[in-house]
């Protein structure tokens, strides 16, 4: 039996495919590394132009993106309305420097979709990514 990457519980591993679209390099590599030891198959985009690639390149569904909402090129919001024209079940995780009622007020945010504020650990985010893909549609 194989134990979780930095001690984290077993019951947050998994192997969906999650798309991660991320502009800082440094941020990006940090939640998809975290992702990918947790046992999921990490997508890796640097902005949403870039994301709609990815995911055509992939030639499959991802099960979950995980994006920053403020990126150059095509940013959170209006990214995750294009991915839900051609996955509608596809869920969402925002994550942004803004707090969650920053990015409402500037209408950055999307119906549906979980938020969580950076700075977070890794902790967090598996917790978050984990129950995000187990909840109902």
């Known amino acids: 039996m194989t134990m979780p ?23 990006r590599s940090l939640i998809c590394r975290t992702l990918r030891d947790l046992g999921y198959v990490v997508l890796e985009a640097k902005h949403g132009e870039d994301a709609l690639t990815v995911l055509q390149e992939h030639h499959g569904p991802a099960h979950a993106v995980i994006s920053d909402l403020v990126m150059p090129e ?21 994550v942004s420097g803004y707090s969650e009622d920053t990015a409402a007020s500037k209408g950055a945010m999307v119906p549906g979709a979980r938020y969580l504020a ?17 909840s109902a549609a």
């Not at 001690?7 to 947050?12: I, K, T, W």
């Not at 209006?78 to 079940?89: D, K, N, T, V």
């Not at 950076?118 to 187990?134: C, M, W, Y």
């Open 5 to 27: 990457p930095m001690g984290f519980a077993p019951e947050l591993r998994g192997n969906e495919v999650l798309l991660v679209v991320e502009d800082e390099e440094g941020v």
């Open 74 to 94: 095509l940013g959170g919001a209006p990214l995750i309305e294009m991915l839900h024209a051609w996955y509608p079940a596809l869920k969402v995780l925002l």
């Open 118 to 134: 950076k700075p977070f650990s890794g902790e967090t985010l598996a917790r978050t990514v984990r129950h995000l893909l187990d």
